[in-house]
């Protein structure tokens, strides 16, 4: 089976401006998490959609958003992105009776 | 918050075992453990979990005390590739939604 992939690896994007990444899950997995990552904070867990429903969230502000389509692919979106945004996004995916979650190699976004 | 306490660093030699102990005092009765590592700039990777019972699988073993309040993650034989970021976690069976600790840095030398 192919692992968890996230598009793209690397972003750059300037401080006001929005942006898109993508998940793709294990097939079968119908869970998918997001994670951010940063030297200061450590890994922190943003939400996670189960069957297109946010099913748990983090206490992230609402300029982080996601969804979940029906193929149980996610996006995750960051608005109006400030210099602290800057970070690795782990998205990872579940069979959600497994205890046991599968995260991607991680989209790294920088913020000018 | 992490509701899991572990040392910041320890060393250990190649070949040797490797224990990481963790601190989860407040753990709830239906709440399992979780060890996840994560080598640098990696995506973390699931090791193994447990509710109470001892745990072992391919890669490690998973020591619960009989109180549930601590734990220890034994490396069997430690490897050079083992170096890495261990995070003990405590979380629901369904082990999404993980709220990370600052973890141990675990440096195999040779």
């Known amino acids: 089976k192919a692992g968890v992939t996230q598009t793209p690896r690397y972003l750059i994007k300037t401080r006001g401006q929005q942006v898109t990444l993508s998940c793709s899950p294990i097939s079968g997995h119908r869970s998918v998490s997001w994670y951010q990552q940063t030297p200061g904070q450590g890994l922190q867990f943003l939400f996670e959609?189960?069957?297109?429903?946010?099913?748990n969230k983090g206490n992230f502000p609402g300029r982080f958003s996601g969804r979940q389509f029906s193929n149980s692919r996610s996006e995750m979106n960051v608005s109006t992105l400030e210099l602290g945004d800057s970070a690795l996004y782990l998205c990872?995916?579940?069979?959600?009776?497994?205890?046991?979650?599968?995260f991607g190699p991680g989209t790294r976004l920088t913020v000018t | 918050d992490a509701k899991t306490t572990q040392p910041t660093s320890m060393d250990c030699a190649e070949g040797r075992a490797a224990n990481l102990p963790c601190n989860h005092s407040t753990i709830s009765g239906n709440e399992y453990v979780y060890w996840y590592r994560q080598i640098h700039s990696q995506g973390p990777q699931y090791i193994i979990h447990?509710?109470?019972n001892n745990e072992t699988n391919e890669m490690a073993s998973l020591i619960i005390t009989e109180d549930r309040k601590s734990s220890t993650l034994i490396l069997p034989h430690a490897t050079l590739r083992d170096t890495a970021v261990y995070y003990c976690?405590?979380?629901?069976?369904?082990?999404?939604?993980?709220?990370f600790g600052k973890g141990t840095t675990l440096s195999v030398s040779s």
């Open positions: 976690i405590v979380a629901n069976q369904a082990g999404t939604a993980l709220i």
């Open positions: 447990g509710l109470k």
């Open positions: 990872a995916s579940s069979n959600s009776d497994m205890g046991q979650v599968f």
């Open positions: 959609y189960f069957s297109e429903t946010q099913r």
